[in-house]
């Protein structure tokens, strides 16, 4: 009897690894569309039906209420039922349609939508378990505490609650959205949402300014902001809203994005929205768009493709302001965009930071509590600086809590695994405090975007990164 001996197993070849996919670098022959990415076609479907339904949303007092309380109720049932993810995306939506419903009259109280990202948040991290303490977050919001127990006690208790409620929502939200996203691993695909779902209802208050500048028979410039030109809102604000989806579009095309077909319709965004920045004549939002991106373009021009895309995208954006964009608007200002963006005047924001600083020398330990009066013209003062407002009402330790916003800064773009990811990280928070130099948080986008810095951005498609993905709750 002879035994048959197995056939012998041939040693398995081990699979090569994944190879890691760089944002700024494709493959020359390489044009498919990374899985859950969104195409050129889409992005546009997106961006300008958004904008067209946000001319809409503005007309209407009801429908821009019942627009706010929908999102807000598909927010707080995601935050019940579905991941972080997800919940993230709706509350930039959310921020980014602050403005809007403003315009429209929504029936919202002022500082509404900072304290509802707060509360969909926190019943989020509370219900997935994560309660896992952001220490220098906290310490960063507990230092502005002290304070406030003086402007309970010298101002009435009304006036104090709104006065506290208004100088402290953007602080809170800042540390709860440091929190929050220092959780998250986001790959590129949801990059991507999440920025889209900031940009659309950027795009829709867009194509609002851009139909009622239109409709008005009497268009006048001259060396300030331009309410005519910025929807009937803010100027200031509504430019630093442009300037941060400048600032977006441009990061989609240089980080997420791999064809030239997508590219294109993010540059075209880029100019129509730097447009109408320069258009509301107030000067931050662009600065802190360019600005930001001046900070991360060490970052974003690693290797010698990636200096290669970016050096062409600048010529030919250069090209195009030089020789279309700017020769025609300064045929429709006469002049005054030319004029306005020459001046160097800080348009009294330096009294305001002298007087505050001055404020900081003679209540140096608890400052003078949020929403102080100020004492020549019995009126609250109306801060525009982040960084001279915390010492101002809140002494030393406002100085601290700006230590702990820089000590979060640095740990945030620190701990990014990729030269992509820390030139996004680097970016928002670039933004984030050149903003708060000029308009400090009177926008919930401003802290929120802060906070998105901490998130751990994975700019690769390899299967590993599919392995460190968020299970479904």
Known sequence: ??????????????????????????????????????????????????????ILLTRSAALATLHALVTFGVALWASFTSTMRRVAIVCTYMAGSEILWRLGKALLPWEFVKYAIVLIM??????????????????????????????????????????????????????VSTWFFSLLRPPRHDIQRLFLAILAPIVSLALVAVTRTASL?????????????????????????????????????????????ERLVYAAFALFLGTLSALTFSRGGLFGALGALLIASPLLARGARGRMTLFIGAVVMVGVVNVIIL???????????????????????????????????????????????????????????????LPAQHGIFGIFALVCMLLIAWRDVRTQRSHAAKAISLALIAWSLLTMTHAAMRLAITPLAFGMAAALFMMTTSSREERTREPPT
Not at 148 to 174: C, H, I, K, Y
């Open 327 to 389: 020769p025609k608007l300064d045929s429709l200002t006469g002049g005054a965009i030319a004029t306005r963006f020459q001046d160097t005047n800080p348009t009294g924001r330096d009294v305001l930071i002298k007087k505050e600083l001055e404020s900081f020398a003679d209540h140096p330990v608890f400052g003078t509590g949020p929403g102080s009066l100020d004492e020549l013209n019995e009126e609250v003062s109306s801060s525009h600086t982040e960084f001279s407002r």
């Open 122 to 175: 926190v019943i989020t991290l509370a219900r997935v378990r994560r309660l896992r303490w952001d220490w220098t977050a906290v310490t960063y919001f507990a230092l502005l505490l002290p304070s406030t127990f003086l402007s309970f006690s010298e101002q009435p208790f009304e006036f104090a609650r709104q006065q506290v409620s208004f100088n402290m929502s953007g602080p809170l939200l800042l540390a």
């Open 1 to 54: 009897m002879t035994i048959t001996p197995p056939p012998a197993i041939e040693p398995r070849t081990p699979e090569p690894p994944a190879k890691l996919r760089a944002p700024l670098l494709l493959r020359p022959h390489d044009t498919s569309k990374p899985p859950g990415d969104v195409t050129a076609a889409w992005v546009a479907v997106i961006l300008l039906g958004h904008g067209l339904y946000g």
């Open 217 to 261: 028979e009497d268009l006048t410039f001259s060396d300030s902001s331009n309410f005519q030109t910025s929807a009937g809102y803010g100027p200031n604000q509504v430019s630093t809203v442009f300037g941060l989806g400048v600032l977006l579009v441009i990061l989609l095309a240089l980080l997420v994005e791999d064809r030239m077909r």
